[in-house]
């Protein structure tokens, strides 16, 4: 894929980069012989690079192979932005080619750099094409996507798509919940996992637009009792008048439980951890409002003003949650 294509996919996303710089720019062997002379290695000539690089298992050849591009490159990159850290994010299948890289930086006296580089792999995915053929670009699978939400609204006049008027949101809109369909598609598998896209399959299980509805479901529910909020503080001890029902106290340790599940995303850099948690979190909180659905009925303030609490907890869980995956969840979707 060309750079202009690169740049148009993360445009989607809202990326945008300060600087591009390429492994290809670095091809001039003499530019990596004075790299590897800069560190300490007593090479004269090309020729006493090429003998050493020989040693390792596949050989490099100085400047024309693309390894050797990218330990220059990685010099660079770190001279130039004095890095606390070089992140490579590419398919798994790379990681033993990453770690021979660390090597050779190691070997040629670039121990420090070599330290800092972190390889974050992730599995392919696997099976997904369109109907307008095999060649894919992010732009072509979401058409792809807001073609087949707008064929499920017209086959099932009762599926969510049907009953939100998706045929009335705007194109942005649509293609922003189209987005959002197929990136939670791809994280119901753990990231070093490759991924066999079925578009039916996803489509029936469509966890991301499940959570879209929790969310708004959830804001719709405490809008009703807006107006019963107390001021007051409420104490640990003062839930224990609904706690004890299984359902409510299930939904509040899942809430709890929170924090560390986010931590261990973040650290693992991995959306199936947060997707997994959310939708364990949606199906607690739909299974009090089905079963206590008159609670925000209740008169006595303070037991109705724990509760919201707890909703209010759960909702500010599933909005952060959703936003790390990248999805800004809609209050009326």
């Known amino acids: ?91 798994i299948s790379q990681k033993d080619h990453f770690h021979k890289l660390c090597s050779a930086l190691d070997y040629f006296g670039y121990t420090d750099i070599a330290a800092k580089i972190e390889f974050v792999g992730f599995g392919k995915l696997e099976g997904m094409s369109t109907r307008a053929g095999t060649g894919l670009s992010l732009e072509s699978v979401i058409d792809e996507a807001v073609e087949l939400q707008a064929e499920m609204m017209e086959k099932h006049g009762k599926t969510t798509y049907a009953r939100h008027n ?5 194109g942005i809109t649509k293609k922003k919940h189209a987005a959002w369909f197929v990136a939670a598609s791809v994280f119901s598998s753990k990231r070093q996992k490759d991924l066999k896209f079925n578009w039916q399959l996803h489509l029936k299980n469509d966890n991301g637009m499940y959570l879209q509805r929790i969310y708004s479901k959830i804001k719709n529910l405490l809008s009703k009792v807006e107006s019963s909020r107390l001021e007051e503080s409420v104490d640990d001890a003062d839930f224990s008048s609904f706690i004890y029902e299984s359902h409510w106290n299930e939904l509040l340790q899942q809430s709890a439980a929170y924090s560390k599940a986010r931590q261990k995303a973040i650290d693992e850099l991995d959306g199936f951890i947060l997707l997994q948690f959310g939708l364990r979190l949606g199906q607690l909180a739909h299974k009090v409002i089905f079963k206590d659905e008159k609670w925000i009925l209740i008169e006595d303030r303070k037991s109705l003003h724990e509760r919201i609490m707890l909703f209010d907890c759960v909702l500010m869980i599933v909005e952060d949650l959703l936003k790390l995956l990248g999805y800004q969840p809609s209050d009326q979707f």
């Open 1 to 91: 894929m060309s750079e202009v294509n690169y740049r148009k996919q993360y445009e989607l996303f809202g990326v945008n980069f300060h600087h591009w710089e390429r492994e290809s720019d670095v091809s001039d062997a003499s530019s990596i012989l004075k790299l590897l002379q800069n560190a300490g290695n007593n090479f004269a000539k090309d020729e006493d690079v090429q003998l050493e690089l020989k040693k390792f298992n596949p050989s490099w050849a100085l400047g024309k192979n693309k390894n050797s591009r990218k330990k220059a490159s990685k010099v660079q990159f770190h001279q130039l932005y004095s890095a606390d850290s070089l992140c490579y994010i590419t398919d």
């Open 166 to 170: 998706f045929d009335q949101l705007d």
